[in-house]
């Protein structure tokens, strides 16, 4: 059974770098050829690929987010990481990790196989 599960701070302030982990059981990152994804979904908005790192460890990102995401991963805790960098108020949404099996964009979101439960951050002075 594939699990995932995000954690990190639910409080941002403006400006800041939101940080957030995934950690990953029933699966290893880097054996499949599985790719782990963030996606997030604003309040009253529909869902948002933000990025991939793949099984090989390479990474691809939305053009909208690439200049302020990171997405990196410590395979020896079987973990990713997503860094969003000087956030505002509009980076407000409920955060998820999740994997499958080909690259996937916003369009195509729901390819996902698995995902984590989610994670409401907000970001407010």
């Known amino acids: 059974q594939v699990q995932l599960q995000e954690s990190g701070p639910g409080l941002v302030k403006p400006s800041q770098t939101l940080s957030l982990t995934c950690t990953v059981s029933?699966?290893?990152?880097?054996?499949?050829?599985?790719?782990w994804s963030w996606i997030r979904q604003p309040p009253g908005k529909g869902l948002e690929w933000m990025g991939v790192?793949?099984?090989?460890?390479?990474?691809y990102y939305s053009p909208s987010l690439k200049s302020r995401t990171s997405i990196s991963r410590d395979t020896s805790k079987n973990q990713f990481t997503l860094q969003l960098s000087s956030v505002t108020p509009e980076d407000t949404a409920v955060y998820y990790c999740?994997?499958?099996?080909?690259?996937?964009?916003?369009?195509?979101?729901?390819?996902?196989?698995?995902w984590g439960q989610g994670t409401q951050v907000t970001v407010s002075s």
């Open positions: 029933g699966a290893s990152i880097p054996t499949g050829y599985y790719y």
């Open positions: 790192i793949s099984y090989s460890g390479s990474t």
């Open positions: 999740a994997r499958s099996p080909r690259l996937i964009t916003t369009a195509t979101v729901r390819d996902a196989d698995y």
